[in-house]
């Protein structure tokens, strides 16, 4: 079921997409943020995911140094007047940080699929791989 030489990028990939990191077909949600906890498609258990806060944290940084940087070069070149920077920046902010979060947690539980974290090394054959090597 699994592909040993699948890559890295396209792991993240297929997370971004809101897809199984496994087979790439079945969807990764089944709510705006609950992942399922196996894909309907090629039966990959998902339920061992943590991603936990860190996807609002990278959203969070990303969307920062966007609306950041924007609002300083507004200012810089323009110096509306405050209604304005509101009225921009604002909707701007909530609409980037909706619509990045399902991809970066996507991406984030494709990560840990990938290098076998919380519990998804054992399907995948990397935990006997670690205990030969600590044998």
Same mark, same amino acid.
């Given at each position: 079921?699994?592909? +040993? *030489?699948?890559t890295?990028? &396209? &792991?993240?990939?297929?997370?971004?997409? #809101?897809? #199984?990191?496994?087979?790439?077909?079945?969807?990764?949600?089944?709510?705006?943020?609950?992942?399922?906890?196996?894909?309907?498609?090629?039966?990959? *258990?998902? #339920?061992?995911q943590?991603?936990?806060?860190?996807?609002?944290?990278?959203?969070?940084l990303?969307?920062?140094?966007?609306?950041?940087?924007?609002?300083?070069?507004?200012?810089?070149?323009?110096? +509306?007047?405050?209604?304005?920077?509101?009225?921009?920046?604002?909707?701007?902010?909530?609409?980037?940080?909706?619509?990045?979060?399902? +991809?970066?947690?996507?991406?984030?539980?494709?990560?840990?699929?990938?290098?076998?974290?919380?519990?998804?090394?054992?399907?995948?054959?990397?935990?006997?791989?670690?205990? *030969?090597?600590?044998?």
């Amino acid at each position: 079921m699994n592909a +040993p *030489e699948q890559t890295m990028a &396209t &792991t993240l990939y297929r997370g971004a997409m #809101c897809k #199984c990191p496994n087979c790439g077909k079945g969807p990764l949600f089944r709510k705006f943020l609950k992942v399922v906890d196996e894909c309907e498609v090629c039966g990959e *258990e998902l #339920c061992h995911q943590r991603a936990d806060d860190l996807p609002a944290y990278v959203v969070m940084l990303i969307v920062g140094h966007i609306v950041v940087g924007l609002m300083l070069w507004t200012e810089t070149n323009f110096a +509306p007047a405050l209604w304005v920077h509101v009225a921009l920046w604002f909707p701007l902010a909530v609409a980037l940080s909706l619509g990045l979060l399902q +991809p970066v947690k996507g991406m984030i539980v494709a990560l840990q699929w990938q290098l076998g974290m919380h519990g998804f090394g054992n399907r995948r054959g990397l935990v006997h791989v670690a205990q *030969e090597r600590a044998s």
